[in-house]
């Protein structure tokens, strides 16, 4: 080699190593709220954007920026804001029946917005109990989607998401008001209501913004999928660092029909025989497929968790009910069908152990106290809070498809996950059972 192709070569690899040493300071700088590009029209709002999910790239070193103002959306009025909810939402004013509840003076009038995920709304109900003990005498309004299962004894209003909840909610004054979710509606909705001090996400600027600085960190890892892999928080202190609190384990609640558990707990006094109660949740909705275990794996746990004497019981819910059905068929175990929501959590709360992918029944299983086997693959890790009564088992090979719903490998990598394996970890809980 010449020597001035040597000197050529050797500034070359001096800058392609500076190239990449910037690059990756880049993608390692933290990223702001003020690095977002909510006038792009990739920008979701409360999920990755497509640019992230494929290349990993984030705003503020993004090729892929397209500007459109029209995703801007000012809302700089009560009114206004209620319109725009009652547009996304396709209400109407006819729906409206306006009963403003009467709430004491003297105590903490405090507003949860959790609309989404069932079991996301059971576990932000930790954060009842911090407030109880932070603030004495509190009334609790809730607004969700999923009401059936908020704690009623807990929670003194509970309002399911309609026109009439809104407008009710918009004409109240709170102490303090807490929104943990990212919709555009429930952000709105925040931004209207009438509280001393406000949490979370709402509508400033013309697009999801946060109430304090604490959000800031929740907004940006849930936008961005290389930097969620990164987050070592799970949900519990992200939410509480929300509300400017720290998690000291405070537990799940959930809304208990004790009348109709004692009367499934009389039933599986016949049906298992005193035997230990394992509930198998197979499925996982119809969202996430790629957590979904093999049949042929679950028909072999089935038939060796029925020799060694455990009372098997099927579990899921209408989109499970086929595949419950082939596997009692296949094995002799329990399936007893689908239930109300408020009858699956009766049932759950009999199981002495529950298996189960990541899905509701995993929140369940943690309100209930239940020893807990959970299936896990394409989500953080980090983000569970299990208090010490449950064992996640993973694929031994990982899992490629972070927050996906299809599968690039040829074989799917919750095969990776043995019968054997989970018969130990179900051993292990069977002992904690009789601690």
């Not at 059936?148 to 998401?161: A, F, G, L, M, N």
């Amino acid at each position: 080699m010449r020597i001035n192709e040597l000197k050529i070569e050797k500034t070359t690899n001096k800058y392609l190593k500076t190239k990449n040493y910037i690059c990756r300071k880049r993608k390692e700088k933290r990223m702001k709220i003020k690095d977002l590009k909510f006038d792009c029209r990739h920008f979701e709002g409360h999920i990755p954007c497509k640019p992230n999910k494929l290349h990993d790239v984030q705003c503020d070193d993004c090729s892929h920026y397209d500007k459109n103002t029209s995703s801007i959306i000012v809302l700089d009025n009560k009114e206004s804001l209620l319109q725009e909810i009652f547009k996304i939402c396709d209400f109407t004013k006819q729906e409206l029946v306006e009963e403003i509840p009467k709430i004491q003076t003297e105590v903490t009038r405090i507003l949860f917005i959790k609309l989404g995920a069932i079991g996301d709304v059971i576990r932000t109900t930790p954060l009842l109990t911090k407030y109880k003990k932070e603030y004495g005498n509190c009334h609790f309004s809730w607004i969700t989607h999923s009401p059936q299962v908020v704690p009623k004894d807990e929670v003194d209003v509970i309002y399911k998401w309609d026109a009439s909840s809104v407008s009710v909610l918009a004409n109240q004054e709170f102490d303090i008001a807490i929104n943990l979710d990212k919709d555009k509606e429930a952000c709105m909705l925040l931004s209207l209501i009438n509280a001393r001090e406000k949490f979370g996400f709402l509508w400033k600027d013309g697009h999801v913004n946060t109430a304090t600085d604490k959000a800031e960190h929740k907004l940006i890892t849930g936008l961005f999928d290389h930097i969620s892999k990164k987050n070592t928080l799970n949900y519990l202190e992200e939410i509480f660092e929300i509300c400017h609190f720290e998690f000291n384990k405070e537990e799940y609640m959930i809304n208990l029909n004790e009348e109709l558990s004692n009367q499934w707990k009389e039933k599986f006094k016949t049906l298992a025989n005193s035997k230990t109660i394992i509930g198998l949740n197979t499925g996982c909705g119809l969202r996430w497929k790629t957590r979904l275990w093999p049949k042929e794996y679950w028909v072999e746990l089935i038939k060796d968790l029925e020799k060694q004497g455990y009372f098997c019981l099927l579990m899921g819910g209408s989109d499970e009910d086929e595949m419950n059905r082939y596997y009692q068929s296949e094995t002799g175990a329990t399936y007893l069908g689908t239930f109300s929501l408020e009858e699956f959590i009766s049932i759950t709360n009999n199981t002495d152990i529950i298996v189960t992918p990541v899905s509701m029944m995993m929140h369940i299983a943690l309100a209930l106290k239940k020893q807990l086997m959970l299936f896990h693959n394409i989500f953080n890790v980090h983000e569970f809070e299990l208090y010490g009564r449950a064992v996640i088992i993973e694929p031994t090979s990982g899992c490629d498809c972070y927050f996906g719903n299809s599968c690039s490998r040829e074989k799917r990598c919750m095969n990776d996950i043995s019968v054997q394996d989970v018969l130990s970890n179900i051993a292990a809980l069977n002992k904690n059972l009789k601690k």
